[in-house]
């Protein structure tokens, strides 16, 4: 079983929809998460950071976590073609350091 | 630097040398990581220092690979005797932060461009 599962994609979304990204992580003891946002040839930059249960926004984006079912999500509002990238689900282990999943590729479609 | 600066941008390297990959992390930054990322996959974690302290090194693939940053600012990741499927991205990330702990509110980490590496 792999430390950060995301579903690979690619997640087809039409602009103005919500787009909704899901992970699992299998460390209980994992406090810190992180959801990034990389475009095609480019590094991975950090959009969304969640460390308590249940959601956080920051402007078109939610982050929501649930411990008990290890489960993590992001939701993008109003979804723009710009938001096409892949997402990568991050999880701070208790080993003070940051498991990365495979990523899931987003595509808006106008 | 304003941002994380990685070294060289592109490395071609035959099969069998070894390569020294630099990265030179935000100023002020405790944290330091390496990761290796393949096509289509999310980034590897390889190694990370807290300062000039090589805090955890289990991600290393074998003993070709190896770290350092002497001085808690810059670090070097060395492979020698390269083999092709040593080929990847391989990217550096530090963190104001030396700990992800709740406590401490944990920050994600600031990655650099790369530096993508091809053995031949």
């Known amino acids: 079983q792999k430390e950060v599962e995301q579903n690979s994609g690619p997640l087809s979304v039409p602009e103005g929809a919500i787009a909704s990204l899901n992970c699992t992580y299998s460390?209980?003891?994992?406090?810190?998460f992180f959801w990034y946002r990389q475009y095609s040839g480019k590094s991975p930059e950090l959009i969304m950071s969640?460390?308590?249960?249940g959601d956080k926004e920051d402007g078109r984006f939610t982050a929501q976590l649930n411990k008990a079912s290890q489960y993590v999500s992001l939701l993008i509002r109003d979804s723009q073609p710009s938001d096409s990238a892949t997402y990568l689900c991050a999880v701070g282990s208790s080993a003070s350091k940051i498991i990365f999943g495979s990523g899931t590729r987003l595509s808006i479609r106008p | 630097g304003a941002g994380v600066s990685q070294s060289p941008r592109y490395k071609v390297t035959k099969r069998g040398q070894d390569v020294a990959l630099r990265c030179d992390p935000i100023s002020g930054h405790v944290s330091l990581y390496w990761y290796r990322q393949a096509l289509g996959q999310g980034p590897e974690f390889l190694t990370y220092f807290n300062y000039e302290a090589q805090q955890d090194k289990s991600g290393l693939p074998n003993d070709r690979f190896s770290a350092e940053r002497p001085e808690g600012s810059i670090s070097t990741l060395t492979i020698q005797r390269t083999e092709q499927r040593d080929s990847a991205m391989y990217r550096c990330?530090?963190?104001?932060?030396?700990?992800?702990?709740?406590?401490?509110?944990?920050?994600?980490?600031?990655f650099g461009s790369g530096t993508r590496l091809t053995v031949v």
């Open positions: 969640i460390y308590s249960n």
């Open positions: 990330a530090s963190s104001p932060s030396r700990s992800l702990s709740v406590t401490s509110r944990g920050y994600g980490y600031t």
């Open positions: 460390d209980r003891g994992s406090q810190s």
